[in-house]
């Protein structure tokens, strides 16, 4: 793989990561609606991408349902876990997506798993356990909940993505017709206080929904998913295990998250887990969204 292609996965993986952290600023500092700001985001990719849906998938309400559980439906949850739980410790607990999906598809697509991924599984949820025990995780309190049930709804859908005939950039513009439709009608009926956040600070909200929805979900995705199509995926998706570690250091660094040797210890664990899984063959799983189930 040439260096440009090494170049453009790091950069994706510093905004992946970097979005951890702006968009704890959102909802937390900002004190912007958790589902309204996930609508918002999604209403931007809907707006950059609007030329992909003039063709409509055979399939279409599979589409949208499964659009909506790796787009709005996990994003959402990410969200409102981080009014409380800090970055580096959501980036730990996001890293359950890989597991969690090749235990859905053995259930639902009767994946075959050997002993080298059934240790990975088992590293990876061991490791985020001893994350979720340290300084971090434990003043994350139940926001980390949350954050694994975006993992739970990103990994059902990740399990699916295959079995319909659709891109993955295309699925973006899908995913984010089908998260607008959901998530404004939710967040005006479940939250308050949407107009006076953005009336608060209009050019911070501003700044985070533009970074989130256009410089990451349509840029860094769009660019990772072409270099997908260019190179083979057991190269392209290992770079991916980075986000993790850089959302630690970046929650450290912005976010002052306290990062100790248990959520070092667990976070590492973790990701070795992970790269058992995403370098183990699979014919039946979308492996770029093993370490990223939500587009």
């Known amino acids: 793989m040439p260096f440009s292609a090494i170049a453009v996965l790091l950069v994706c993986n510093v905004l992946w990561a970097l979005n951890v952290v702006v968009s704890k600023l959102a909802v937390d500092d900002l004190a912007m609606p958790p589902l309204f700001y996930a609508a918002l985001r999604s209403l931007l990719v809907v707006i950059a991408l609007a030329p992909l849906l003039r063709r409509v998938p055979s399939s279409l309400p599979r589409v949208l349902l499964i659009g ?67 300084p971090s995780g434990l003043e994350s309190g139940w926001g980390l909940a949350y954050v694994f049930a975006g993992a739970v709804i990103g990994a059902a859908g990740s399990v699916f993505f295959k079995r319909i005939d659709i891109g993955a950039v295309e699925m973006q513009a899908w995913a984010g017709l089908a998260s607008v439709c959901v998530l404004f009608p939710l967040s005006f009926t479940l939250e308050t206080g949407q107009i006076e956040a953005v009336s608060a600070a209009p050019l911070a909200i501003a700044g985070c929904v533009l970074f989130a929805g256009l410089i990451v979900s349509v840029g860094a995705h769009s660019s990772y998913y072409r270099l997908l199509q260019r190179h083979d995926a057991n190269l392209v998706v290992p770079f991916t295990l980075l986000t993790p570690l850089l959302t630690i250091g970046f929650g450290a660094w912005l976010t002052g998250d306290p990062i100790g040797w248990t959520l070092i210890a667990g976070g590492g664990l973790a990701v070795c887990g992970v790269a058992i899984i995403v370098l183990r063959p699979s014919t039946k799983l979308f492996k770029p969204l093993l370490v990223r189930p939500r587009i």
């Open 68 to 134: 909506l559980a790796i787009s709005g439906g996990s994003f959402s949850l990410l969200f409102i876990g981080l009014q409380t739980a800090s970055p580096s410790a959501a980036g730990i607990v996001s890293l359950t997506g890989a597991p969690l999906t090749v235990l859905f598809a053995i259930l639902f697509l009767k994946e075959q798993v050997r002993w080298r991924r059934g240790l990975g599984i088992a590293l990876t949820f061991a490791g985020v356990v001893i994350a979720i025990g340290s």
